[in-house]
């Protein structure tokens, strides 16, 4: 008696239905989806118990004819693609025809449909997988999918999941990224009765974004477009201050579908570069379009991840259009963090929630501290990426970005610069006190004048090479295989800078040459962080030698620029705070500490109780 | 303990003995210094471990003992007396009255016994060499040793006799330096690192005479004997770089100049070389040599300088800051610079007076 054999029907579907169907907000997801592609302008979904009991989405969509209603529920059963081909230009976000026979294997499914033309609508059940039958029932134009009793058949399943609110602020955090994407549609989601989210179709972008973050959220945010090599990216970033704990607030889309992507993540924050401290992410909501054909979905049935035929160009471009949108705008690192809209963020999202609410609940009399934000918590972060700098060199012909693609500054910015900061006087020798429209502005006198210094710098650095020293002694270096490639990939980018390296094999290097001004910083770590290069094992070429420049020009700047203690005359505060205003990155030092804090109006007015 | 002394020979003894005092506070009786007193003497020590100087003096012992004192206190006390008779008294080991004129001073110390003893001296290899030749030696080259944490064994002095000589050399990675002098009769061969630190105390309490010092040398100590001065250092534990494979032999273009007339040169192209890494250019050629420099927006400087040079054309860029350093160093009134390519190093040697110094620096890209 053989051994191997075909499974049953009702075993595979549930093996296949465990990859789709992890947990009540995956069936949300891919039955919103389903709304979504069959043309619905407003989606509707109940939930009880946290899905255990009910998962119900209604749509206004296309509904079904009988005969696609029944196939509806068997596998690899869909209307969406028709060949192979097909595959490669999806317009919809299914298409393997899973989601609806996976979710059936799994609970007691049913689906009430009526399509345009057709005289009634119909009702199908499935159970466990085994189809109930047919009937006529009435609907009007749309679908409805109930899903009751979600897991019962499967308790394995049932038992992972996390308690009642968990799920349901996984749901919610679903439909929400959903939403935010399908500003067109409108949305609604019921927990036990309570409405969680109601989202009215056609509200326009802007409007769903801060009925989606916040209105405080919403209103900082630094809206992206940017196009180059055919890829386009758009949405919203967060202003630096704003920045969490944990990668939650990252919303990435390719083609309208939310994706998950670590290339992505972590390119969005390298474009923040010196302007986040360590362990800060960025919040973000960006959408990716590519041209069709040029990104791979079906990489995972739930299709959460996805492939780009020319990554590089579509992480550039991300890059790219995030620096522009900070690089444009005016970025104040506050003395307190804005408060919180209510509702935001979604009720799961417990841990910037605790932050906000920690920072609001501040009696006034505590006085004007320094946000979580705070120069005390900015360290040399990402030394890898400031983008800032990135931004600069690339605007002066450096980097990879097409030409013309400099920064614009947005009319907002403009005005920004035009509303500069005006020296007062100076605070222990160390600090200069501002003032402008919005309040009182500190000034870090070092931090400025480096910032001043330091992109002069990398101008001059352009220009010419910086002097470079021989050794006498040449330095050995022990490397890794892979760090010897990314070495030699970047050769001409790091001999440009004055560092001579010759490689006698078996990851063998002398250093023979070395920029004047790193002399005194250990060659392992120098030459380490640049064969470590980024992550993306491809760096764009003279990236990777950015770092090197960056450490040149900013310990020449750091070495000239004045220091605390140093006494300045009313003239030379006046040079630096406009030096600093005609900055590139006015916003952070060379090691991502903010040269300016403001204290606004309404801040001193709460503290002086004056409201 | 009770002994009688004078001011001048009290801070004169405290003042060597200072330098050697912890800066750190991590071990509270290193901030003191110990007090012996014996046979006619008072015994003055201070040691951070690494380094420690022992220095004594004739005094009218009343009665022998030993305590240890808060070294800056004393010292800045003492400075302050009057000329004339000191008289300490300790009793319990810590409790020191001081009387100088019509003024008691009374200081509180720590107990002699905690205080870490001075090494013991295993007389075995050992170098004698005048104190006057010791302090030219390290004159000559200390200034090129590395400041670089990461190249521990570069940070100090290599000491190397032979049968024949004794040479000195340092060097920070970028040039080197190096003093060469007859060996005194019945040297033992040595070799060992020196701590920068011991350099600068030697050059501190020692004083150019031609009474020979006695360099004693162990596997990780070396001990110096001066007249009634001791003094003990800790030693770099490594491989020193091989100095000789560095020394070029084969550069055959030879450059000569008067060194005073060079070093006003670079020093006028310093100050627009400063911001480049003191790059300074060197154009020479059978015309002569023209020196040097650029800062962008800023300006430049050049001047040529009479040499005789025979060997081809040829532009090379140096650090300003190593040049002039060598060049003082060799105490020549000619120098001779032998160089080979505008890329590899160029040798420095004193033409006329030669004291021994060889200096290698090693060009800038230009």
């Known amino acids: 008696m053989p051994t191997i054999r075909l499974l049953d029907p009702a075993v595979s579907d549930r093996i296949a239905a465990g990859e789709v169907v992890e947990r009540p907000s995956s069936v949300v997801k891919e039955l919103v989806e389903n709304a979504l592609d069959a043309g619905a302008s407003t989606v509707g979904v109940e939930v009880e118990r946290a899905g255990r009991s009910l998962i119900r989405v209604s749509d206004d969509g296309s509904g079904m004819a009988r005969e696609d209603l029944e196939l509806s529920v068997l596998r690899h059963a869909t209307s969406k693609i028709a060949s192979a081909e097909d595959l490669e230009r999806l317009g919809t976000f299914g298409f393997r025809g899973e989601a609806l026979p996976s979710i059936a294997s799994v609970c007691e499914l049913t689906i009430t449909t009526h399509a345009e033309g057709d005289e009634s609508g119909w009702r199908l059940g499935v159970d466990g997988g085994r189809t109930l039958g047919t009937a006529p029932a009435a609907r009007a134009r749309g679908t409805t999918v109930e899903a009751r009793g979600l897991f019962r058949h499967t308790p394995a399943r049932l038992k992972f999941l996390k308690s009642d609110a968990t799920e349901s602020g996984r749901m919610l955090a679903e439909l929400s990224r959903m939403a935010l994407a399908r500003p067109d549609v409108g949305f609604t989601l019921v927990l036990d009765g309570r409405t969680a989210l109601e989202a009215p179709r056609g509200e326009g972008a802007q409007a769903r974004l801060a009925r989606l973050w916040g209105g405080t959220l919403a209103a900082a945010a630094l809206p992206v477009d940017h196009s180059e090599a055919g890829v386009r990216v758009h949405g919203w970033v967060a202003p630096p201050a704003l920045a969490r704990g944990a990668r939650t607030g990252q919303w990435l889309y390719v083609h309208g579908r939310l994706v998950e992507h670590r290339q992505l993540g972590f390119h969005l924050s390298q474009a923040y570069g010196s302007l986040l401290p360590h362990g800060r992410h960025p919040v973000a909501a960006l959408f990716i379009e590519v041209p069709s054909g040029e990104v791979d979905v079906n990489v995972h049935p739930a299709k959460r991840e996805v492939r780009f035929l020319r990554e590089a160009q579509v992480l550039d471009c991300l890059r790219h259009g995030v620096e522009r949108a900070l690089g444009a705008a005016r970025l104040f690192v506050g003395t307190r963090m804005a408060e919180p809209a209510p509702g935001w963020p979604p009720a799961r999202e417990a841990a910037p929630a605790g932050e906000a609410s920690r920072e609001t609940s501040r009696p006034p009399w505590a006085g004007p501290v320094r946000s979580p934000q705070g120069p005390a918590e900015f360290q040399a972060g990402g030394g890898a990426g400031a983008w800032a700098e990135a931004e600069l060199l690339r605007g002066l012909g450096w980097g990879a970005r097409p030409p013309g693609a400099r920064a614009e500054e947005s009319p907002e910015a403009a005005a920004a610069r035009e509303d500069w900061p005006v020296f007062l006087a100076q605070l222990h020798r160390s600090y200069l006190l501002c003032q402008d429209s919005q309040g009182l502005v500190v000034v870090d006198q070092h931090a400025a004048h480096e910032r001043v210094l330091y992109e002069r710098q990398l101008v001059a650095l352009r220009r010419g090479a910086p002097a470079s020293q021989k050794l006498l002694l040449p330095q050995r270096l022990e490397l890794a295989q892979e760090q010897v490639e990314r070495l030699e990939a970047t050769r001409e980018a790091w001999e440009a800078l004055g560092l001579e390296m010759e490689n006698v094999g078996k990851g063998m290097f002398f250093v023979t040459a070395i920029p004047e001004l790193l002399k005194s910083v250990p060659m392992e770590a120098l030459v380490g962080d640049l064969a470590d290069g980024r992550p993306t094992g491809q760096p764009a070429s003279g990236e990777a030698a950015e770092d090197l420049r960056r450490e040149v020009a900013a310990r020449m700047a750091c070495r000239a620029a004045v220091k605390a203690g140093d006494a300045l005359s009313w003239e030379d505060a006046g040079r630096i705070l406009a030096d600093l205003s005609a900055c590139a990155i006015p916003w952070s030092c060379p090691h991502g500490r903010p040269p300016l804090v403001r204290v606004t109006l309404a801040e001193l007015e709460r503290s002086f109780q004056r409201r | ?366």
Not at chain 2, 136 to 141: G, P, S, V
Not at chain 2, 175 to 181: F, G, N, Y
Not at chain 2, 327 to 355: C, F, H, M, Q, Y
């Open chain 2, 1 to 366: 303990m009770k002994i009688v002394s004078t001011k001048a020979d009290l801070s004169r003894v405290i003042a060597l003995a200072l330098g050697a005092v912890s800066t750190k506070n991590v071990m509270p009786v290193l901030t003191n210094l110990l007090i012996e007193a014996r046979d006619h003497s008072l015994t003055v020590t201070g040691t951070d471990l690494e380094l420690g100087v022992r220095a004594k003096i004739s005094a009218e012992v009343v009665q022998p003992g030993s305590t240890a004192l808060p070294a800056k206190k004393l010292s800045e006390l003492v400075r302050t007396f009057e000329e004339g008779d000191v008289e300490l008294s300790v009793k319990d080991g810590v409790k020191a009255e001081i009387r100088s004129g019509r003024a008691t001073i009374k200081l509180t110390g720590a107990q002699p016994e905690d205080y870490p003893a001075f090494p013991t001296l295993r007389k075995e290899r050992s170098i004698k060499i005048p104190s006057e030749t010791l302090l030219a030696m390290i004159r000559r080259c200390a200034f090129s040793v590395s400041q670089d944490e990461t190249r521990y064994i570069l940070q100090g002095a290599l000491l190397q006799g032979d049968p024949t000589k004794i040479r000195m050399v340092t060097t920070d990675g970028h040039r080197l330096s190096m003093v060469e002098k007859d060996a005194t009769a019945g040297q033992e061969a040595v070799s060992c690192v020196i701590p920068a630190k011991a350099l600068q105390e030697l050059t501190r309490i020692l004083e150019p005479k031609e009474d020979a010092a006695t360099l004693y040398v162990t596997e990780n100590q070396l001990f110096v004997e001066w007249g009634d001065l001791a003094i003990f250092s800790r030693l770099l534990d490594g491989q020193f770089p091989n100095y000789d494979q560095v020394i070029p032999k084969k550069n055959e273009h030879k450059l000569v100049a008067e060194t005073a007339p060079l070093i006003a040169v670079l020093n006028r192209m310093s100050p627009l070389a400063a911001d480049k890494g003191n790059s300074v250019k060197f154009l020479v050629n059978e015309d002569g040599l023209q020196v040097s420099a650029a800062t962008a927006e800023i300006g430049e400087a050049s001047e040529s300088v009479d040499v005789d040079y025979s060997g081809p054309s040829m532009t090379l860029a140096f650090n300003a800051r190593y040049l002039l350093e060598a060049l003082k160093a060799l105490g020549s009134e000619r120098v001779e610079i032998r160089l080979n390519t505008a890329l590899s190093p160029a040798l420095l040697t004193p033409l006329g007076s030669d004291d021994g110094g060889r200096y290698v620096i090693m060009p800038m890209r230009a």
